[in-house]
T-cell receptor, first 113, second 113 residues
């Protein structure tokens, strides 16, 4: 069965600094990987996804993630943090043809003014 | 935003009482899901549906039942609520052929006293 591990339940960065949220996956076959964002008191919103093809994927709000098979990672980055990026971020994994997602435990991102 | 509504948005109930949460979609999507979100656990799948009257269990289905009599509605029932079912419940939908991409409702905060 596939799974994801998010390293760091809380991450704080200064406004304008690099954002790096870590996600490692476990899967015996090539996975599909996702990042979702959850703003306070809201549902989850799809940020970006990797299925096949280009390993660097770009999402909304300036975020991007790179699929690295050799490192079994799918870390989320943004070059310059903005106050509006404060939220909880979830990594998720599934397989081709599988209708179910498996979510990580989430990373809460705090932006320091 | 995907047309997903959940009702009620907040509910407080007593241990042992039955509770039904409703998810309604206007997208005519085939797949619907119920998750619970708890601190330290991320999102965990309770049940999902792949069509009218077609449902299956997720990883935390004990104590929950679901029904889907129409494409647009997916009901989650707690037959006899327990304090361990205090949580935030999210509904999600996805389309045929794009079942990896899930779109989430705003959530229902349930407190069992």
């Amino acid at each position: 069965a596939q799974s994801v591990t998010q390293l760091g339940s809380h991450v704080s960065v200064s406004e304008g600094a690099l954002v790096l949220l870590r996600c490692n996956y476990s899967s015996s076959v090539p996975p599909y990987l996702f990042w979702y964002v959850q703003y306070p008191n809201q549902g989850l919103q799809l940020l970006l996804k990797y299925t096949t093809g280009a390993t660097l994927v770009k999402g909304i709000n300036g975020f991007e993630a790179e699929f690295k098979k050799s490192e079994t990672s799918f870390h989320l980055t943004k070059p310059s943090a903005h106050m509006s990026d404060a939220a909880e971020y979830f990594c998720a994994v599934t397989l081709f043809g599988n209708e179910k997602l498996t979510f990580g435990t989430g990373t809460r991102l705090t932006i320091i003014p | 935003d995907a047309g997903i509504t959940q009702s009620p948005r907040h509910k407080v109930t007593e241990t042992g009482t039955p509770v039904t949460l409703r998810c309604h979609q206007t997208e005519n999507h085939r797949y619907m899901y119920w998750y619970r979100q708890d601190p330290g656990h991320g999102l965990r799948l309770i049940h999902y549906s792949y069509g009218v009257k077609d449902t299956d269990k997720g990883e935390v289905s004990d104590g929950y039942s679901v029904s889907r009599s129409k494409t647009e509605d997916f009901l989650l029932t707690l037959e006899s609520a327990t304090s361990s079912q205090t949580s935030v419940y999210f509904c999600a939908i996805s389309a045929q052929g794009r079942q990896n991409e899930q779109y989430f409702g705003p959530g229902t905060r349930l407190t069992v006293t």
